[in-house]
């Protein structure tokens, strides 16, 4: 048996000669080549077939080695010294990842300060906010806040974008923003004016139905438009007023709210016929409690606007003093009142009437309301053409702060007495609702008696000139205090009432709902006080602790426990529940 190989052989290592340094038996030790050396030995190869000569770069990107300090002179040299750094050639094009700024890998302060050029943090990733727009920047998903903010909802398509302000408005020329914002001093539109000016005068002669709360601000909502038209055309003598008739017909189911709505229009009409004196825009109502012998008097001028309950319009027009043949615009305003009171056949008429004798070819048509009923809708569909629909939604900005506190009062000494503390907690005006006139003349008497605040009345047997008389009264501050019936529970819009007093309660629940209404309007906030006996309806009891518990904005509604006590409330809710 032979030797087995050496290490050596099987290595392939050969021993160096004698004498020569070798490491341990006899193994060369290994060599440290400088970088030219490398160099060199690579250039020396051949390479095989299929290879390719490896390329030296001439530039190369070094770092510092350790290597065995024999090698060198001097510390400057081994300094000197360097080891070259692989470098991969590469196509930047091909790098997936460039421009690619991870939110976890970059400084706050950059985000803060360098990219949003000192915005907030959520301005530099999800963009400024709409406020901060102009309109050309608004996208889709801005008029989606912007809707969502001023709680607007709309349907009935081909919807324009709500104005965002005054003067960015297009459809508003100088002089009108000169008399809203300067003059009258509306500084910013409400959200029903918002949706209805820019639908109701872009639109053409498109139909709109607007769903808002009393003292949202709709008069100006569609008197605006009404000028804009009237102003696209020639302008009229009186002489020629007087034999055509009015261009815009505004119908209202009261005669306070059809005086109120000719008041509102007149603010701004008068300062507009300063700017545009040859259109002299004249605004007239036509409403009961005034001889037809007065309202010829008044139409003989001629009028632009007329401003009419649906009786004594229909009553006019038999006795042939008046036309509607030039009607361009049609405003049904308060709609669903209208519809309460019994109006609905006369409404009818007055739309029958229009659509025979205009000569105006299509009459647009306006209606407002606060809720939409069953009738609303049926006279919507049948008289309404392809209407814009728009809705202020009830959010908080639109909800009435109405602080609703019910107690128990036997007599009405107690109430009397208990009111006149109650007043003197309060700012005026203020309105105390009764039910019968007989009360209501001897609150006045007992007011005048035992307090000091000067008060006013208002209710169905006083004329038409007395009751104007006592509204002025009150909102001229002559009058702290307005004792009223019914008459008085919707469509007025005395400013600032700071609080409601139901002296007594309403035959019907809504009247309720109308009369505390009068108080929290156009966002402020206000008290409604509400007293009861012990021989109440109980139904509209029941319905009344329902509604305050339902509609609680404050967080401070009170129903006082003696009632539910005589009343049985809490056992009625739960046989409800129950059944």
């Known amino acids: 048996m032979g030797r ?4 050596e052989s099987l290595l392939g290592k050969k021993r160096k000669p004698e004498g020569e340094d070798s490491g341990l038996n006899g193994i060369e030790k290994p060599k440290f080549l400088s970088v030219g050396e490398r160099e060199r030995l690579v250039a020396t190869r051949t390479p095989s077939v299929n290879q390719k000569p490896l390329k030296v770069e001439k530039k190369r990107v070094t770092e510092d080695l350790e290597v065995p300090e024999d090698k060198f002179k001097s510390n400057s040299e081994r300094q000197s010294v360097k080891r070259s750094r692989f470098r991969f050639d590469w196509n930047e094009d091909s790098d997936t990842l460039a421009g690619y700024e991870p ?6 302060s950059f985000l803060v ?7 907030s943090l959520e301005s530099s990733r999800m963009g400024k906010r709409w406020q901060e727009k102009t309109l050309k920047e608004m996208t889709d998903r801005d008029w989606r806040i912007f809707r969502e903010d001023f709680e607007i909802t709309t349907k009935g398509g081909s919807i324009e974008n709500p104005i965002r302000n005054w003067h960015e408005s297009r459809i508003l020329k100088d002089d009108m923003l000169d008399v809203i914002v300067n003059s009258l001093k509306y500084k910013e539109p409400t959200p029903i004016q918002r949706i209805a000016i820019p639908n109701i005068c872009k639109r053409g002669s498109r139909d709109f139905l607007g769903v808002a709360s009393t003292g949202s601000g709709k008069t100006l909502a569609f008197v605006i438009p009404i000028l804009i038209k009237m102003i696209s055309s020639e302008p009229r003598p009186p002489a020629l007023k007087s034999i055509e008739g009015p261009k815009a017909l505004i119908l209202a189911p009261t005669r306070e709210l059809a005086q109120q709505i000719q008041a509102e229009s007149e603010k701004i009409t008068k300062l507009w016929n300063v700017k545009n004196p040859e259109y002299s825009c ?22 632009d606007i007329l401003v009419a309950t649906p009786g004594r319009l229909i009553d006019s027009l038999e006795s042939h003093i008046l036309t509607i043949k030039q009607v361009e615009t049609l405003v049904l305003d308060e709609a669903d009142r209208m519809i309460d009171l019994g109006f609905e056949e006369q409404v009818t008429k007055i739309f029958n009437i229009l659509e025979s004798t205009s000569e105006q070819g299509k009459i647009q048509k306006l209606m407002f309301t606060a809720t939409m009923s069953g009738s609303i809708e049926r006279i919507a569909n049948g008289y309404l053409q392809k209407p814009s629909y728009a809705t202020i939604g009830r959010g908080e900005g639109s909800i009435p702060q109405i602080q609703q506190l019910v107690y128990y009062s036997g007599s009405e ?3 009397f007495r208990r ?16 039910t019968y006139k007989k009360t209501a003349d001897w609150l006045v008497q007992k007011f005048n008696q035992e307090t000091s605040f000067r008060v006013t009345v ?18 001229s501050g002559k009058a702290q205090v307005m004792i009223a019936t019914n008459v008085a529970a919707r469509g007025l819009d005395i400013p600032n009432v700071s609080l409601v007093v139901n002296f007594q309660i309403s035959k019907q629940f809504e009247d309720y709902i109308h009369r505390i209404g009068r108080t929290g309007r156009a966002g402020m906030k206000g008290t409604a006080i509400t007293f009861l006996g012990d021989d109440e309806n109980t139904q509209i009891v029941e319905e009344i602790s329902k509604y305050i518990k339902n509609n609680n904005p404050t967080n401070s509604n009170v129903f006082d426990n003696t009632l539910r006590e005589k009343y049985n409330i809490e056992n009625h809710q739960m046989d409800e529940l129950i059944y």
């Open 413 to 415: 000494e107690r109430r």
């Open 103 to 108: 939110i976890v890998n970059t400084k706050v």
């Open 4 to 7: 087995p190989p050496s290490l």
């Open 458 to 475: 208002l209710h169905g047997s006083k004329s038409q000139d007395q009751r104007e008389h006592s509204l002025q009264l009150l909102r």
């Open 419 to 434: 009111v006149k503390s109650l007043l003197e907690q309060y700012m005026p005006p203020i309105i105390v609702f009764v």
């Open 282 to 303: 004249r605004v007239v109502s036509v409403v009961g409690g005034h001889s037809l012998e007065e309202t010829t008097y008044n139409l003989q001028k001629g009028c």
């Open 113 to 119: 300060n360098e990219k949003s050029g000192g915005d």
